[in-house]
């Protein structure tokens, strides 16, 4: 009898293969976001016009606090792969930024909210390259795009969210910023819930050497090339894509009232979240290299809109082109990561990725207040779109070579 050779099953694709874990994880970014996104945008005002701090003193514990996360975030990374325990120490991450979030509404003083505001980025370093790795871990090698745009796009559900929350309880509450602080406690603890009892961390491969030293020279050099080609373009990427505070800027330029500018990042967040997965999936059936080279192309014309936009509907569009090259990038360069850095070193590698591009995002931002500030917003936003330009060069580089596919 003539046997009948069957083709291999073709491997699931879609949302409704993507593991529960990294949904879950996805929701766990949400609900944090939610939380502190509603009390960061309030904080600095809170803190200029009740407890009366100087503007400057609000950006300096701002520039602190966000790189003491950047570089929390290698050694928590490190420590995850040394362990061979990755969970945990989001846990970890996660449960220190609950636990400050009744301080907000208690604190009386500068210094106890300092502290809180510290604490909090500490926590969100300890847990960002752990939760990382735990995505890429969990996730079969075919999907990790689409799993990597769906946690994108559940955090940044959460990163539009609590603002708007604020605003609506700051009306009700009759702009009554402890009350609206307390509501914020909430969805922190619940995110600290979902991960403990929804996330299963899978047992470590028997194959996987342990890592006694990840950050020395020998393991940092196991990373390979391509690894570091990946972060050398993804810091000149992160170099054109300045904080999104010139946004607001922009739009307060153009005369956009104050009331209304947290929409300009209303708007953002919903084109970043609509492009999020759709992207990511795309990834997975074509090229890495080409979806990403598209979330460039988006950002060289958000650039060039904004450069040159003189009416609301100029602004509106250049703010949907900056959130969709969110959606293209973001996910695409943490799933590119994942594809390049060896099991044993990703946390590590996701560590050094994050405190590198949060290096460059500061340089960005620095350069753009200072073209600003001396050309004008065409020269910030002309030379983002120069940076977008060398990021693709780089990108058509990793191609030429075969880094990328």
């Known amino acids: 009898m003539k046997t009948v050779e069957t083709a291999p099953p073709t491997p699931r694709q879609g949302w409704r293969a993507i593991p529960t ?38 950006g300096l514990i701002e520039g602190i606090a966000e790189a003491t996360a950047s570089i929390t975030k290698v050694f928590s990374g490190a420590l995850s792969d040394k362990l061979g325990q990755r969970k945990w120490l989001a846990v970890t991450g996660y449960g220190l930024a609950a636990l400050t979030k009744p301080v907000f509404p208690l604190a009386g003083t500068m210094a106890w ?29 075919h999907l990790r795009g689409a799993a990597f745009g769906l946690r994108q796009a559940l955090d940044t559900v959460g990163a539009f969210t609590g603002p708007l929350l604020a605003i609506g309880l700051m009306w009700l509450t009759a702009d009554h910023f402890p009350t609206v602080f307390w509501f914020a406690v909430l969805p922190a603890f619940a995110s600290v819930a979902v991960l403990v009892v929804f996330v299963k961390e899978p047992e470590r491969p028997a194959h996987v050497r342990r890592v006694r030293a990840p950050l020395s020279r020998t393991e940092l050099a196991r990373l390979g090339s391509a690894y570091w080609w990946v972060v050398g373009v993804g810091a000149v990427f992160t170099l054109a894509r300045f904080s999104e505070a010139f946004l607001l800027l922009r739009a307060e330029a153009m005369g956009v009232p104050l009331m209304w500018t947290p929409a300009v990042l209303v708007l953002m967040g919903l084109a970043f979240f609509a492009s999020s997965y759709p992207a990511g999936a795309l990834s997975d059936r074509t090229s890495r290299g080409g979806v990403l080279a598209v979330g460039l192309v988006l950002l060289l014309a958000a650039d060039l809109v904004l450069a040159t936009a003189d009416s609301y509907w100029g602004l509106g569009a250049g703010l949907v082109l900056w959130g969709l090259h969110m959606g293209f990038t973001q996910g695409l360069l943490a799933a590119l990561v994942a594809d390049t850095a060896t099991t044993e070193l990703r946390g590590t590698a996701f560590g050094m990725f994050n405190l590198l591009t949060g290096l460059a995002l500061l340089i960005a931002s620095v350069l753009a207040g200072l073209l600003w500030d001396v050309i004008g917003h065409q020269g910030t936003f002309y030379a983002g779109a120069g940076f977008a330009a060398a990021a693709l060069a780089g990108l058509a580089l990793l191609r030429r070579r075969g880094i990328l596919r």
């Open 113 to 141: 909210l300092v502290g809180a505001r510290f604490v909090d980025r500490i926590g969100k370093g300890i847990r960002g390259a752990p939760r990382d790795a735990l995505v890429a871990d969990i996730t079969p090698p």
């Open 21 to 58: 874990g990294v949904w879950a994880l996805g929701f766990v970014s949400m609900l944090m976001d939610i939380s502190s996104e509603m009390i960061h945008a309030l904080l600095p005002l809170y803190m200029v016009t009740v407890l009366g701090t100087s503007v400057l003193s609000v």
